[in-house]
Nanobody, 123 residues
Framework: QVQLVESGGGLVQPGGSLRLSCAAS????????LAWFRQAPGKEREGVSC???????YYADSVKGRFTISRDNAKNTVYLQMNSLKPEDTAVYYC?????????????????WGQGTQVTVSS
């Protein structure tokens, strides 16, 4: 069965970095689009980045230039490198499988979700 397991979250000071990992099983990551979403308390879940099956990448304006999505096909894992973190990046981050990155900012079209990992940016 399909599973997505996130890891790498934690507490970091403003300006710091974290790398999130999403280990996939039950499918091959380069056959699907994989997206990262986040949900802050009291807010809707929003897509922040997506990578297509052929490696094209997309970023929300709020993270462009600071976050990088990548994929290791040998490890069947997708990553989100987050640099220059801000307090407003604080959220639970989720990995998601979808067929395409079109409309990646929205939850519609997501086929499977991971369980999420907490990222807290605070001094």
């Amino acid at each position: 069965q399909v599973q997505l397991v996130e890891s790498g979250g934690g507490l970091v000071q403003p300006g710091g970095s974290l790398r999130l990992s999403c280990a996939a099983s039950g499918f091959t990551v380069d056959h699907y689009a994989l997206a990262w979403f986040r949900q802050a308390p009291g807010k809707e879940r929003e897509g922040v980045s997506c990578i297509t099956s052929i490696g094209n990448t997309y970023y929300a304006d709020s993270v462009k230039g600071r976050f990088t999505i990548s994929r290791d096909n040998a490890k069947n894992t997708v990553y989100l490198q987050m640099n220059s973190l801000k307090p407003e990046d604080t959220a639970v981050y989720y990995c998601a499988q979808r067929l395409f990155c079109s409309d990646y900012k929205y939850t519609a079209g997501v086929r499977y979700w991971g369980q999420g990992t907490q990222v807290t940016v605070s001094s």
